[in-house]
């Protein structure tokens, strides 16, 4: 009696077994497996990651301090607190995998005749993850992305230095270049060799441009306080 008990529980088992093994799998939608695979935005390449979404429009720049062509707000510049302003972009290029951004004051020296090209360079900052959708308000001392590396400006220094010129009134161009590729520590690097590294690199550009004339000493200094 106890062997046939036994007999007939195994046969169970077996039979339940076969029942489980052909039950059909669940069924996912198509949006499920879309949100399991497809990026919002980038998609892992290694350690890094690399923009995949095709833009809705050209690749821009702004910030929320001032408009394109605008005076820069007295806060960014040495007359104020000397706060680098916050920066938004959109629509980077397909492939983009990090940014570079520039900050230069194109100048006319009576030092450099003929030298069309001189310009002060204020902020220099590469390897800008290619997430990252902008910087803050003074994260040149409160914080860049993770991965940020700060290049060197014109004053011999790595960090950001407002428009500061003795007279007469000046234009200042932020560049944000979208990279192909991840470069690493360049270890000391200043705007020309930045320029060198990133040829042939570059899939697409925006710039944001700002201009600025130093108050008069007295004004200048109420204007340090705001």
Not at 3 to 18: D, E, K
Not at 89 to 112: E, F, H, I, Y
């Amino acid at each position: 009696m106890r062997n046939r008990i036994t007999a007939a529980g195994m046969l169970s088992l077996v039979v339940l077994l076969a029942h489980g093994c052909n039950k059909a799998p669940k069924s996912v939608s198509t949006t499920e497996r879309q949100s399991a695979t497809a990026p919002d935005v980038a998609s892992a390449e290694g350690e890094h990651f690399v923009v995949t979404a095709t833009p809705t429009g050209p690749m821009r720049l702004s910030s929320p301090a001032f408009d394109h062509g605008d005076a820069m707000p007295t806060r960014h510049t040495c007359d104020g607190k000397g706060l680098s302003p916050a920066l938004e972009w959109n629509n980077l290029p397909v492939g983009t995998m990090s940014l570079a951004l520039v900050l230069k004051d194109q100048v006319v020296d009576s030092k450099r005749p003929g030298d069309r090209d001189f310009h002060w360079v204020h902020w220099l900052l590469y390897n800008l993850p290619a997430r990252a959708r902008g910087l803050t308000e003074n994260s040149a001392r409160s914080g860049l992305p993770a991965g940020t590396i700060k290049g060197i400006n014109s004053k011999r220094s790595t960090g950001y230095f407002g428009p500061c010129r003795a007279s007469g009134k000046h234009n200042y161009t932020f560049t944000l270049y979208a990279l192909d590729n991840w470069m690493g520590d360049l270890g000391p690097t200043s705007a020309d060799d930045l320029q060198l590294a990133i040829e042939g690199h570059i899939l697409g550009q925006a710039t944001l441009a700002a201009a600025y004339q130093r108050a008069a000493p007295s004004q200048a200094r109420r204007q340090r306080s705001r």
